[in-house]
């Protein structure tokens, strides 16, 4: 057989469905045969290296429905029962609701999508095109979030600009020798802390401020994990805990403490996913998501101490003096001990909740400052400088 002939022979059984069982040679003078034309008008997409083809086009959204003039329930004027409804809550295609601006409603119009059969896509999306929650509060690589982006960064802008936060405090009105400690820190593990939220499209909300839906830090919260880490401190005198955080709620008489705690803000929300193991198989179960405010972000610590407690001694006498200077070193340990070591998040047992060494903020770095007493230096930079500078400005206090 001639080569035109074998080669023709190939190319027939190529267009039968049949394979060859050598591959087919070229035909002489080293040319292959033209491809076939592609249709006029249709572009192929380029694709990918190291994937495969792209996904088709999404189907276009049909027009949205009329919102009923009556009723006046937000649920009831933007319903999410169907995918569709779902694409038009989270938006950034077809037609959308644009009037929704607030980026928190969104998410609180996906909650009745936890009745239908379109739970899991109001949740994580669609597998090729994204969307749904997930979209809102993750984005894929890294860097802000929506949320952050849409939500949390302008209601901070709008605390600075309301004097809200950080909080500013007129300490020279307080009693002397009241002392307030502020720095802002830098989260090296991820935070989270469980919203109660009831209605809401996620099982694990992270807990945000009533009015701005800022992932935040209470106040509550600060109280009782710093009171952990000053009873755990080794050396620390009997009673030395109760002037400082108050009698517990069991005690029969009530005492309240000379610490006073201040909400912590938070730049940044994200998910993060654990997966719990079996203890008998060693496999994972039920990968979990959860609502974290993720390592990197930063946040205002806020602690203001006034010894109520010992106005009837002059400030400068001996016991007054020695009182504040056991609460001052006994609450810088007790911070640095909380931010580096025990944690103030849940799921403290897989590093949550723990801060950087360095402070982080503008050129002055952290403030401890004593009403009633001045001293040359007043920040720190690190949270072992803030336990040195505490332990100076005690010995300051009790010369001799």
């Known amino acids: 057989m001639s080569g035109n002939h074998r080669y023709s022979a190939t190319v027939a059984q190529a267009s039968s469905g049949s394979r060859p069982s050598q591959p087919p040679s070229p035909p002489p003078g080293g040319q292959r045969p033209a491809q076939p034309a592609q249709p006029p008008g249709v572009r192929r997409p380029p694709t990918p290296p190291g994937r495969g083809p792209l996904p088709p086009p999404r189907p276009p959204l049909p027009p949205r429905p009329a919102i009923p003039q009556e009723s006046y329930d937000l649920y009831v004027a933007y319903p999410c029962a169907t995918e569709d409804d779902v694409r038009r809550i989270v938006g950034g295609e077809g037609e959308q609701y644009v009037e929704l601006e607030n980026l928190y409603t969104r998410i609180l119009l996906l909650s009745p999508a936890l009745n239908t059969r379109f739970k899991d896509y109001a949740r994580g999306g669609h597998p090729r095109y994204g969307g749904g929650y997930k979209s809102l509060a993750h984005r894929r690589g890294g860097g802000k979030t929506p949320y952050t982006v849409a939500s949390i960064e302008p209601a901070?802008?709008?605390?600075?600009?309301?004097?809200?936060?950080?909080?500013?405090?007129?300490?020279?009105?307080?009693?002397?020798?009241?002392?307030?400690?502020q720095f802002r820190f830098t989260l090296s593990g991820p935070f989270m802390s469980r919203d109660d939220e009831t209605f809401y499209i996620h099982e694990n909300p992270l807990s945000k401020e009533a009015v701005f839906k800022v992932p935040y830090v209470r106040p509550s919260t600060w109280k009782g994990v710093l009171r952990k880490a000053a009873s755990g401190l080794s050396g620390v005198q009997s009673g030395a805990v109760e002037p400082l955080f108050g009698n517990p709620r069991e005690a029969e008489v009530g005492q309240q403490g000379r610490l006073h705690f201040y909400p912590t803000y938070f730049d940044g929300l994200d998910l993060e996913m654990i997966n719990p193991h079996s203890r008998v198989t060693r496999a994972g179960t039920t990968p979990i998501v959860m609502e974290i405010v993720p390592a990197g972000a930063s946040g205002f610590f806020t602690l203001l101490y006034t010894p109520f407690d010992l106005i009837g001694l002059a400030p400068d006498s001996r016991p007054a003096r020695q009182e504040v200077a056991?609460?001052?070193?006994?609450?810088?340990?007790?911070?640095?001990?909380?931010?580096?070591?025990?944690?103030?998040?849940?799921?403290?047992n897989r590093g949550f909740g723990l801060a950087a060494e360095q402070i982080s903020g503008d050129s002055r770095g952290g403030q401890l400052l004593i009403n009633g007493f001045p001293y040359p230096k007043t920040t720190f930079r690190t949270l072992d400088d803030l336990v040195r500078l505490a332990e100076e400005l005690a010995r300051q206090l009790l010369p001799g």
């Not at 901070?156 to 400690?181: C, E, K, N, T, W």
């Open 156 to 181: 901070l802008g709008q605390l600075v600009a309301l004097g809200l936060y950080p909080p500013r405090i007129a300490l020279d009105v307080l009693p002397p020798l009241s002392f307030l400690l």
């Open 326 to 348: 056991r609460d001052i070193v006994l609450t810088a340990k007790a911070v640095a001990a909380m931010l580096r070591e025990q944690g103030f998040s849940a799921k403290r």
